[in-house]
């Protein structure tokens, strides 16, 4: 299942891209309340303070073979927001996505590093978390933000609606 996470400063910037991500994936299906991103100052120089982060599903599931199509999707509607010139900042907008299976949580990067696995157009997976004895739990790389219970807590959430998602499609044939 594809599972999106937006964060800007703006909130009409993410109710933009809510909107933008719906018409490209599919509707969302599953979506968390944004929270306060506090973890990291990374993102200041490009982006403001005061970020808001939001973590969306979507209905329709996709090819695990996908991911990295997902990515470089995203990467154009992070483009498409910065042309509208609607924000100040130089990157408005920053779009996740991710993958859910029932097993683990994974986000795709442009970043390399040891832990990581080359897709294909320069496009990289990181398994972020594991499902074990009925919890999402961190791997050491791990970012700060994933491990927060609310955030897990929304992954056991999605997680559930994936396996609905599942079962409708079994029945469906």
Request: glycine share 6%; net charge neutral.
């Amino acid at each position: 299942m594809l599972v999106v996470a937006i964060f800007s400063r703006h909130s009409e910037a993410l109710d933009w891209a809510k909107r933008r991500l719906a018409e490209v994936f599919s509707p969302i299906g599953l979506s968390d309340e944004p929270f306060a991103f506090h973890h990291t100052a990374y993102y200041a120089g490009t982006m403001g303070q005061g970020l808001l982060k939001q973590i969306v599903a979507f209905r329709d599931l996709v090819p695990l073979d996908s991911l990295a199509d997902k990515k470089r999707a995203a990467i154009v509607l992070e483009k498409e927001l910065m042309s509208l010139g609607l924000f100040p900042e130089k990157r408005p907008i920053n779009i996740d996505p991710g993958f859910l299976t029932l097993g683990k949580f994974m986000l795709a990067t442009t970043k390399d590093q040891a832990h990581r696995i080359y897709l294909r157009d320069e496009i990289f997976a990181e398994v972020t978390l594991r499902y074990q004895e009925g919890s999402w739990e961190p791997w050491p790389w791990t970012y700060a933000d994933y491990r927060e219970p609310s955030v897990r807590e929304f992954l056991n959430r999605a997680r559930d609606y994936y396996k609905q998602r599942l079962r409708e499609r079994e029945s469906a044939g």
